[in-house]
């Protein structure tokens, strides 16, 4: 099975920067994807690593060590519109009919304050 | 471009009631799943499918069933629902080739079995 751990919940102030991170245990490893969701909203996808080494998309990064089964996120800038949850999810092959799929660890709550 | 709909948007359901919750993606995204999400677990894989015309049990199978008929519905069944199957399902779809293909969430249905 898998067994992914971040943290329940992290407050930061507004322009700083926050290190979400997460943790994983899993065979078939395919891949690991960071999702946001605002509260009575649909996850929505931030970024992908399958690779060792960090991801930059705008103020958002994600890095990921394979050989550790570690990831985190970066948010630099922040915004309160960043107030949300954050998923870790670990993709895996499906060992029986193919395909992957995604476990997804219980999500960090992220608070911004002024 | 309408991406994944989900329908009823919410419902309360008497126990022992049978429930069909529908989604439809307009993507042509060959990969589709059904999701339920609860305080504290996450969100949890219920079924799957990789492909029109097969499908696949997740981590939480038990009390619904699925179908694929064509590629773009995909419906969640409860037979007989049960208090225990109240949550927000979310519905979500990917391509089955490239690096990333990472998932698309629809809005969610909010299901309470009373």
């Known amino acids: 099975g898998q067994n992914i751990d971040q943290p329940t919940e992290m407050t930061a102030t507004e322009g700083a920067i926050v290190q979400i991170n997460c943790t994983y245990q899993?065979?078939?490893?395919?891949?690991l994807f960071w999702y946001q969701q605002h509260a009575g909203e649909a996850p929505t996808f931030l970024s992908y690593n399958v690779l060792d080494g960090l991801e930059e998309k705008g103020r958002f990064s994600s890095f990921l060590s394979r050989s550790k089964g570690y990831s985190y996120l970066l948010l630099k800038e922040l915004q309160m519109k960043d107030s949300a949850s954050y998923l870790c999810a670990v993709r895996v092959h499906i060992l029986t009919g193919g395909g992957n799929k995604l476990t997804f660890g219980t999500g960090t709550q992220l608070k911004v304050e002024l | 471009i309408a991406g994944i709909t989900q329908a009823p948007t919410s419902q309360i359901l008497a126990a022992g009631r049978r429930m069909t919750l529908r989604c439809t993606q307009d993507m042509r995204h060959n990969a589709m799943y059904w999701y339920r999400q609860d305080l504290g677990l996450g969100l949890r894989l219920i079924h799957y499918?990789?492909?029109?015309?097969?499908?696949g049990k997740g981590e939480v199978p038990d009390g619904y069933s699925v179908s694929r008929a064509n590629t773009d519905d995909f419906p969640l069944t409860l037979a007989s629902a049960v208090p225990s199957q109240t949550s927000v399902y979310f519905c979500a779809s990917s391509e089955t080739s490239g690096s990333e293909y990472e998932q698309f969430f629809g809005p969610g249905t909010r299901l309470t079995v009373l």
């Open positions: 499918s990789n492909t029109a015309g097969t499908t």
């Open positions: 899993t065979s078939g490893f395919n891949g």
